[in-house]
């Protein structure tokens, strides 16, 4: 028979060392007395600078829905949050700004900037369109989807090259076939709102109406 005050000095780590670990119960940090991390999981980081970091090595416009997803937060909460950061770079004059364009969201640099970032990226060369290109770029904005005889006819000259150079920069794109003369069709690109910094193409100023109605181009086009 065994007495009872011998069990009782028996020490407890002895009583249970034969028992089996228990596999179920999760591991505790004796410090925190908390589960630790995973070794693999992210540190816990504030959402406005996970955002910047994400817009900060993009080079297009970024959907809200794209960054809640990467971000792992709920697409109210990363509006908000940009809406902050808009707020923030504003009202302590920030070189850099936060705009939403083409569908989403990019970080540019201010404006009152851009001589220095040019200095140091163009090496003092200005990497700009020609006029004729620009005018050509404006009549395609306003008129798209519009073909090539009809830019020529409101410009006055032939635009082939510079269509085509505005095709390689990737500023106007392919809209198909003109149902009645087979015509290529063109239009402009997400690119050319990303780089006038409009939402959309509603954002244009409202300069179509000092433009030909699209009847007189055909007009004209069948005139040259």
Not at 26 to 32: K, M, R, S
Not at 98 to 125: H, I, K, S
Not at 185 to 214: H, K, N, Q, V, W
């Amino acid at each position: 028979m065994n007495d009872p005050a011998t069990d009782d000095a028996i020490p407890r780590a002895a009583q249970t060392a034969d028992r089996p670990p228990d596999l179920t119960a999760p591991d505790v940090d004796p410090g925190t007395g908390s589960n630790p991390a995973p070794a693999d999981a992210p540190a816990a980081v504030a959402l406005d600078a996970v955002l910047e970091a994400l817009l900060l090595v993009t080079d297009e416009p970024v959907a809200t829905a794209t960054l809640a997803q990467i971000a792992g937060a709920a697409a109210e909460q990363v509006e908000q949050t940009l809406g902050a950061l808009v707020t923030g770079y504003e009202r302590r004059g920030s070189g850099i700004e936060l705009r939403r364009v083409a569908g989403g969201w990019r970080l540019y640099t201010r404006p009152d900037c851009a001589p220095y970032v040019e200095r140091l990226l163009l090496d003092g060369q200005q990497a700009r369109l020609t006029q004729a290109a620009l005018e050509t770029l404006a009549v395609i904005a306003y008129r798209q989807p519009v073909a090539r005889s009809r830019v020529s006819a409101v410009r006055g000259v032939n635009v082939d090259g510079v269509v085509r150079t505005l095709l390689a920069r990737g500023l106007i794109a392919d809209a198909g076939q003109d149902e009645d003369s087979a015509a290529t069709l063109y239009r402009t690109t997400p690119l050319f709102l990303e780089r006038l910094g409009l939402l959309s193409l509603d954002d244009l100023p409202a300069l179509a109406p000092l433009l030909p109605e699209l009847d007189e181009l055909d007009d004209a086009a069948t005139l040259t």
